[in-house]
């Protein structure tokens, strides 16, 4: 007879999906703090355990009313071993993200996403906590997906170096060099990890389902597409190209946008991010048992970088975008999210337009803006 090492004691058990004690992460973040809103507003408990470091927090928020806050490293055994007691389910929103400055960055993607994941896992396991809703990307996809009309689908490598000099943005078939045609990119796409920060969150999903896997838990990575929305970080090697705009726009230049502009990407409001988590979170007795699964997490509407820009200037009443031709080498050209199993299983989609959503993001930014 095999015995599970990690089994635990039992799980503690929720009277129902209502009023959940839920150990969210991150609580303290741009999404984990909508998170936290949501779960407020569905009846649940959040306890939020966040470093509060000051690269994400310049000034951290107060606690909401009804939130209990414990500020420290998700790589802390001790405090996510006291965090986690009484808890029947975990929201892992804590992690760096973006792309950081440069591969010096390796350690510390490394160390607070896969190192901390795990410490967190492990911590669960030995709690009896089974349900666990992980903080994905869509990052871990590389390129989106295309197809070529020659050779249907395709998955073209990484750009070359003296392509994107010379301002060949366009990936092109592997097989033949022809034009491809960018599409929406499934769950069941392969996965393939084109920078550090995408290779940690791919990392974490194997983490997860590993775990879900020994303890018989019931795991769902929301693969988050571009998140934007009202508490966006600004300013930082680790913000948003969203916020870099806004924050352009608030001082009165122009927003840089690279390469041509028209990379497409899914841009999708935090409000719905966070709905989503809930909504997943509620959902987990009904996932399979030992297993992690993967749902996009995106508006389904795929809108260019340079579009989102001259939205943003639109709104904000400011200078049009500048287009560069400047590139970052790890960036992918189009990734857009098929959200339809999201939508199918859990009944989920995102309720906030492109146009208003912008707006409202852009506005924010304004009034926000120091003075002079």
Known sequence: MTR??????EPAVAPSVTGMRVLVTGGAGFIGSQVVEALLAHGHEPVVLDALLPSAHPAPPPPRPGERRIVADVRDRTAVDAALRGVHAVCHQAAMVGLGKDFADAPDYVGCNDLGTAVLLAAMAAAGVRKLV?????????????SCARHGVVRPGPRAVAELDAGRFEPRCPDCGAELRPGMVGEDAPTDPRNVYAATKLTQEHLA??????TGGRAVALRYHNVYGPGMPRDTPYAGVASFFRSALA??????VYEDGGQRRDFVHVRDVATANVV????????PAGALTAYNTGSGVPH???EMARTL???CGGPAPVVTGEYRLGDVRHITASSHRIAEDLGWRAATGFAAGMTEFAREGMRAAPAG
Do not use: C, I, N, Q
């Open 4 to 9: 599970r090492p990690e089994s635990g004691p």
């Open 134 to 146: 992980l903080a994905g990307s869509m990052v871990v996809y590389g390129e989106g997906r295309y």
């Open 209 to 214: 389902a590993s775990w879900a896997r020994a």
């Open 251 to 256: 001082r009165g230049e122009s927003p840089t």
């Open 280 to 287: 997943a979170l509620e959902a987990l007795p009904d996932r």
């Open 304 to 306: 260019t970088v340079g």
């Open 313 to 315: 200037a639109a709104a």
